[in-house]
């Protein structure tokens, strides 16, 4: 059985960070690309940030230099580390396992950024 369990999320001021991670199980993670998507009330999900199986990075012009994305293959866990964090950041935020035509997605873990 597949699973990605996220966790990090939380109420934070502006400005400040966050860690997500995102455990994976059940599948072999050092072939797949990893994202994390966010979703905004009342908006459409939206792509923040991958890295690929070859440790590629890319990330959302919102989120660049602010947003950094990792991962740990022996752990089978991607991270992502949020600094300078603004209150449009504030959404659920997803993980995502991608390779080739297979594609999963974790139960989504809460930001709320606000004073």
């Known amino acids: 059985q597949v699973q990605l369990v996220e966790s990090g999320g939380g109420l934070v001021q502006p400005g400040g960070s966050l860690r997500l991670s995102c455990a994976a199980s059940?599948?072999?993670?050092?072939?797949?690309?990893m994202a994390w998507y966010r979703q905004a009330p009342g908006k459409q999900r939206e792509l923040v940030a991958t890295?690929?199986?070859?440790?590629?990075?890319n990330y959302a012009d919102s989120v660049k230099g602010r947003f950094t994305i990792y991962s740990d293959n022996a752990k089978n866990t991607v991270y992502r580390q949020m600094n300078t964090l603004k209150p449009e950041d504030t959404a659920v935020y997803y993980c995502?396992?991608?390779?080739?035509?297979?594609?999963?997605w974790g139960q989504g873990t809460q930001v709320t950024v606000s004073s």
């Open positions: 890295v690929t199986r070859g440790d590629s990075t």
């Open positions: 059940g599948i072999l993670f050092s072939i797949y690309n």
């Open positions: 995502n396992a991608d390779y080739s035509t297979v594609n999963f």
